[in-house]
């Protein structure tokens, strides 16, 4: 790949960000049924559906950001770095 050429992602890099707040949106849903079906309590459910589903996106954010690149996403940013432009101040 040249300088010249942009890096395309491919369509799993495009749908990790889907993917991990599909996985909040199912934990905060499993929460939420859960509390509805023992409670038969609307309001309840509901906050418990969206407390669930902050809290598990931020945690699957931050061990998302916790994890150490591996080789070739290293050589990728290293060769999305060299643009050829100085760096701005």
């Not at 395309?8 to 934990?27: F, H, N, Q, Y």
């Not at 994890?67 to 060769?79: C, G, R």
Request: proline share 7%.
């Amino acid at each position: 790949m040249t300088q010249n050429t942009p890096h395309k992602p491919s369509r799993s890099e495009i749908l990790k960000p889907v993917e991990l707040v599909a996985i909040s949106a199912g934990m905060g849903l499993f929460v939420g049924l859960t509390i509805l079906l023992a409670t038969r309590n609307w309001a309840l459910s509901s906050i418990a559906l969206g407390i669930t589903f902050i809290v598990a996106l931020v945690v699957i954010a931050m061990l998302a950001l916790g994890m150490k690149p591996d080789a070739a996403e290293k050589s990728d940013l290293d060769e999305q770095n060299q643009t050829g432009e100085p760096p701005a101040h």
